[in-house]
């Protein structure tokens, strides 16, 4: 049984890394692209928030990589962004945030402030998600005492 459970446990827990990064990066596509058009887009996003962490020239390399099935430097680079931002610069980058979706998305009975919000708690549940996926698959010792725990109920 515990040998069975143990190839279940690992592919769940890779499977959970890459479900959680092809949602951060679908996250990251419903803001506007990094081209001359949104320019104005993360221009703004960076004086509201303070933060250059999540500035396109600042995650090409690591959305690249993420396309790839490794998001952990990603999200670790998401993490970082949200946690850098003052409560104001978060309600502040909310605001620009929801402003673009109102304008891309169908979502026009929504305020911009709120999915603004949404889209970045998402945005950092998703990116620690791919983390937590990530620290469950490369610890043998704990995947070891979860199986022996749950073999042994």
């Known amino acids: 049984m515990e040998g069975v459970a143990g190839v279940a446990v690992v592919p769940a827990a890779h499977s959970d890394g890459y479900a959680a990064t092809g949602h951060l990066l679908g996250l990251l596509t419903a803001l506007p692209a990094p081209t001359a058009a949104g320019e104005r887009f993360w221009s703004d996003l960076w004086r509201s928030s303070g933060t250059a962490y999540l500035l396109p020239v600042n995650i090409k390399a690591l959305v690249l990589r993420s396309l790839a099935g490794e998001g952990t430097a990603l999200a670790r680079q998401v993490l970082s962004a949200v946690d850098e931002m003052t409560p104001p610069q978060r309600l502040a980058?909310?605001?620009?945030?929801?402003?673009?979706?109102?304008?891309?998305?169908?979502?026009?009975?929504?305020?911009?402030?709120?999915?603004?919000?949404?889209?970045?708690?998402?945005?950092?549940?998703?990116?620690?998600?791919?983390?937590?996926?990530?620290?469950?698959?490369?610890?043998?010792?704990?995947?070891?005492?979860?199986?022996?725990?749950?073999?042994?109920v």
């Not at 998703?126 to 979860?146: C, E, I, M, N, Q």
């Open 93 to 152: 980058a909310g605001e620009v945030i929801g402003q673009a979706l109102v304008e891309s998305d169908h979502l026009r009975d929504l305020k911009t402030q709120v999915l603004g919000e949404l889209w970045l708690r998402a945005l950092e549940l998703t990116a620690w998600r791919v983390l937590h996926a990530d620290r469950r698959s490369d610890d043998p010792a704990g995947r070891k005492a979860f199986l022996d725990a749950w073999t042994s």
